[in-house]
Structure formats: C-alpha cells, structure tokens
C-alpha cells in the first residue's frame, strides 16, 4: 500500500475511534449504530466495516489506542520507580495525567460505568486486552516486592494483599473523580490515602 494511502488509512482509522468514542458516550454502546459513526465524520457504513468487523473489535480498539497512548505519554516522563517515594511520584503523576486529560476522563466514565454493555460485550472486550489490563498490577506487584526485599517496607505485610488494596483505593478514587460523585481532586485524595497505607507498612531507617 502506497505511504500516502496507508497514512489515509490511519487517519480514517483514528477519524473512527474517535467519533465512536463520542457517540458511546453520549448514547450509550448498544444504541450507537455503525451509520450513525459514519455520519458522524462524513463516511460510509462500508468504509467503518473496512476497519472493523463489529462494535466489539471497535470498543477493543478504542480501549487499546487510549490505554496505550496513556502510557506512552506517561513513560516520557521518566520515572524512577527504584524507591517508596518513586512509586508515591509515579501514582502522582498519573493522577495529575487523568486530571489534564478531559477526553480521557471521558474514556474512563465510558469504560468504568461500561454504559449498557451486555456482560458478552464485556467479556469478548476484555479478551481482546487482557495484557493490558493486567500489566498495571503486575507491575504494581512487581514494584512493590522490590521494596519489601530493599526493607522500605515491612516484610509483615503480603505484598499480593497491598497490590489488590492499593488497585482498590486507585480505582475507587477514579470512579469517584470522573462520575463527579465526590468533590475531589484525584491527585490530592487518592495520595492521601496512599500515605495513609505506605507510611504504616514503612521501615523506618535507623
């Protein structure tokens, strides 16, 4: 494929995800309709079929390109997560990264409240990027284990069990930030909690 016809390719493509996004938003997954994507961004029916076989490889689709273009972002900034306080600035900056990001909290609203998915669409969805979903915790696990091993933290506490309770403090701040449930501000609340946890499992140097 020439370069010019693949570049054109990719941004039909980009065009689509994009449109999609905003539709399920406003309507919901199960009420939005390949032609109303397409009218959405002057094209046909056909030339979103051209690109994805059903909806469910669409939301996949979606999910990955904003996962992953998250995660890009964030890995410019070069953290060092050799240390409590390096993981403690890592969870800050992507709660700072969500906070900056309206169209990713947007994503976030669609994807956390999975507005009328079936459970089949959910799971034929999360087949398609399981690697991505469990990457963050084992990393997360990964990361804290260092530190247990490096005594920053106490070796009392089961380091699955600390991985499961700070992904439930991450994702029930994020729930409450971006359906506007609580007047909080992520980056403030969600540390506050991690303090809360970390400094009763730190190992104070003597």
């Not at 032609?35 to 094209?43: C, H, P, Q, S, T």
């Not at 273009?69 to 306080?85: C, F, G, M, T």
């Not at 992507?94 to 669409?121: G, H, N, Q, T």
Request: net charge positive; hydrophobic share 45%.
């Amino acid at each position: 494929m020439p370069r010019r016809t693949k570049e054109e390719a990719e941004h039909t493509r980009e065009a689509i995800l994009s449109a999609a996004l905003e539709l399920f938003y406003e309507k919901g997954f199960s009420r939005t309709t390949f032609d109303e994507i397409a009218k959405r961004i002057n094209l046909t029916k056909g030339a979103v079929y051209w690109h994805f076989r059903n909806k469910v490889d669409l939301l996949a689709a979606i999910m990955r390109d904003k996962i992953v273009k998250k995660r890009a972002k964030l890995a410019l900034q070069d953290i060092e997560v050799n240390s409590l306080r390096g993981l403690r600035e890592a969870f800050r900056r992507v709660a700072v990264s969500v906070e900056s990001d309206p169209e990713y909290c947007k994503f976030l609203f669609f994807v956390i409240f999975r507005m009328e998915w079936s459970e089949i669409v959910a799971e034929n969805t999360f087949i398609q990027i399981r690697e991505l979903l469990d990457s963050p915790r084992e990393q997360l696990k990964e990361r804290l284990t260092f530190l247990q091993k490096n005594e920053e933290i106490t070796s009392k506490m089961n380091v699955a069990d600390l991985t499961v309770l700070l992904t439930c403090l991450w994702r029930g701040c994020l729930d409450a930030y971006v359906s506007k449930k609580c007047p909080l501000k992520l980056s403030v609340t969600f540390m506050q909690g991690f303090d809360l946890i970390m400094n009763g499992l730190k190992v104070e140097k003597k």
